[in-house]
C-alpha cells in the first residue's frame, strides 16, 4: 500500500476507504483514498478494449440498476469493475448525502482540461482505472484566488503539482462547498503520448458543469 510521507496543509491521504469523509473539513480540499486494484487487472484489460461512454443522473438506486444493466449487456466480463463502482457510489452517498447524483464511465484518449480550474460544484469524485491520474495542486489557494479575481493566469509553482495514482479514489472540493477551499486541479494531458484513459466521474446534484 503506498504511503504518502509529505504534509500537505489542503489534503488529506489515507488506505482505509472512511479517509474520503475527511473533505468536509474545511483545511481539506482535497481527500485521497490510496489503493490497490490488481484484483481488477484482467477486467481493466476488457473494458480497455472497448470505446465506453456511459453517463446517468439519478438516485444511488437508479443508477445501481443502470450500471447493472450497462454491464450485463456491454461488459459481461467486468461484474468485478461494476461492484467496485457500485461500492465507491455508495462511499461517496456517505460522504455527501445527496439526493441524487451524476455518473460518467468513459474511456478517455484526448486533453479534456489542460488548464488548472476549480469546479462550479461542491464536492466531485474521480477514480482513473487505467492510465495517468487526476494533477492537483498543493499551494495555498489564497493568493490563487486573488489571482482568479483579477483575471490572471495563476501563477503555480512545479513542486506544487502532484499526481494521483492509478486506480485510487479521490474526492475533490469545489467552488461551491460551504466550506469553501476549492482545489485548483487538471486533467493529465493523453494527446501527445497516445495514452488511453478509463475514468470514473461522480458529481452531487448541485453540480452544474456535468
Partial sequence: ?????????NAVFGSQPKVLESINQEENSIAIYQRDILSLKNELSIAMQ??????????VNEITLKLDDY??????QCQGLNQDIKSILNRFNVVTKAVSYHLLLSTVSTNMC??????INDLRLLCTYAGPG????SEDNSNIEKQKRRRQE???????IHQVNTGDVVILKGALHPEGNPILHRSPTVEETGEKRLLLRLDTNSSINF
Fill in 1 to 9: 500500500m503506498k504511503v504518502k510521507e509529505k504534509f500537505y496543509p
Fill in 154 to 160: 495563476p501563477s503555480i509553482q512545479e513542486e506544487d
Fill in 71 to 76: 454491464f450485463s449487456e456491454q461488459l459481461p
Fill in 50 to 59: 472497448n470505446e465506453i461512454a456511459f453517463k446517468i443522473s439519478g438516485t
Fill in 114 to 119: 489542460k488548464k488548472f480550474h476549480t469546479d
Fill in 134 to 137: 487526476t494533477l492537483w495542486v
